[in-house]
C-alpha cells in the first residue's frame, strides 16, 4: 500500500521510489527498508495490473532506466486499502502477547529481567519517535502519533508488572505452576 501510494504522486523509478520512502520515514511503517524489496513489490503491483510501464530509458554509461505509473485500478485497489485498513482492525499474532502466555515456565526474577530490558527499548524507542521538530501539519504525522501511543501504553504496561514482579505482587514457583496445571488439567476432565 505505501509504495502503491507513492505513485499517486507521479511516476517514478524504483530508485526514486526508496529515496521518497526514506525521506518521509515510512521505512518505519513499511517492510521496505531493503532496495530490494521495492522492487519486489513493484513486480507484484506490475503483475496484478496496479501500475504499468510509463517509459524506459537509458543514459549513457548508465543502466536502463524504467518508470512507473499508477493505473486506474491501482488507484481504486489503494483507496480500497486505505478505508479497509482504516475501518477494520487487524488480526495479527505478535510474539509478545504469545510470550506473555507462556512466561510462567521461567523464574519471575528471569521475567523480570526480560521486562526490564523490553522496558529500556520501548523507551528508547519513544525518544526516537519523537516528531515535535518536524514543521510540518499533524495529518502528516499521524501514523508516528499512534505509533508513540501505542509505544508508551505497552510501556506503561510493562513498567508496571515489572514492579509486580519486584515486589512480589505477582509471582509463581515451579510448585505452585505444577499444582495449577494438574487442578486445570482434573477439571477439563483430560
Not at 517514478?12 to 530490494?36: C, F, L
Not at 485500478?73 to 475501518?87: K, N, Q, S
Not at 523464574?107 to 519513544?126: G, I, N, S, W, Y
Amino acid at each position: 500500500m505505501v509504495v502503491l501510494s507513492f505513485f499517486t504522486e507521479a511516476p517514478m523509478h524504483p530508485y526514486r521510489m526508496q529515496q521518497r520512502i526514506k525521506e518521509t520515514g515510512k521505512d518505519q511503517i513499511a517492510n521496505v527498508a531493503q532496495p530490494n524489496s521495492v522492487y519486489q513489490v513493484i513486480e507484484r503491483l506490475l503483475r496484478h495490473g496496479l501500475i504499468a510501464i510509463k517509459e524506459t530509458s537509458r543514459e549513457e554509461r548508465r543502466p536502463e532506466r524504467t518508470i512507473y505509473e499508477i493505473t486506474e485500478e491501482g488507484r481504486r485497489t489503494v483507496h480500497l486499502w486505505i478505508r479497509t485498513m482504516l475501518a477494520v482492525p487487524e488480526r495479527d499474532f505478535p510474539d509478545f502477547p504469545a510470550a506473555l502466555s507462556v512466561m510462567v515456565l521461567l523464574d519471575p526474577e528471569d521475567v523480570r529481567r526480560q521486562l526490564e530490558a523490553r522496558a529500556e527499548t520501548l523507551a528508547r524507542h519513544l525518544q526516537e519517535l519523537d516528531s515535535s521538530g518536524y514543521e510540518v501539519p499533524r495529518l502528516f504525522l499521524l501514523e508516528d502519533e499512534y505509533r508513540r501511543a501505542v509505544t508508551r501504553t505497552e510501556l506503561d504496561w510493562v513498567q508496571s508488572v515489572v514492579e509486580d514482579l519486584r515486589t512480589g505482587r505477582l509471582t509463581w514457583s515451579e510448585e505452585w505452576r505444577c499444582r495449577v496445571a494438574e487442578a486445570l488439567g482434573q477439571d477439563s476432565g483430560a
